[in-house]
């Protein structure tokens, strides 16, 4: 089970966190909503094509990725984001869209938004849309070994 593999890595890093459950949830910011946590300290997951290689954008719940950006970071000459049939088996023992944002564990590149940095906690999914880790932003920075850029902009809600 992920979740399980998830703790061995993180306590392999001795790493803190918290394990959180809570009602099935698709959206960041169903999530954030059910677990009383503000929708920028939850870091969402977003698979992308980058040159040809799947790799993985984690970014806070309340942010969207500019593509121009995240080319730009990346160095990539092509990216897009990936449909979900073109990742749904490269993250095994996960739900469709519940990847955790530890790329290594799955062997893909993982990209981190600078403003995910903001919060001295983060929260994201287990493997599941119905599990959650916390931990310090500064502990999952150095478990992650990610490259850390810009990429993102503040989602805009119509008035």
Known sequence: MIIRKLQEFLDARHVRYTILSHSVAFTAQEVAASVHVPGKEIAK????????????????????????????????????????SEFSDAFPECE???????????????FVDTSLAEDKEIT???GTHRDL?????????RAAQSTVIRFSFVARTAS
Do not use: H
């Open 45 to 84: 997951c977003v698979v992308f094509w980058m040159d040809g290689a799947m790799a993985l954008a984690v970014l806070p719940g309340s942010r969207m990725i500019d593509f121009t950006l995240l080319k730009k970071g990346t160095g990539a000459k092509d990216v897009e984001i990936a449909a979900e």
């Open 133 to 141: 880790v916390r931990m310090r932003y500064e502990d999952f920075e």
């Open 96 to 110: 469709l869209g519940a990847m955790p944002p530890f790329g290594q564990l799955f062997n893909v590149k993982t």
């Open 124 to 126: 994201f999914n287990a």
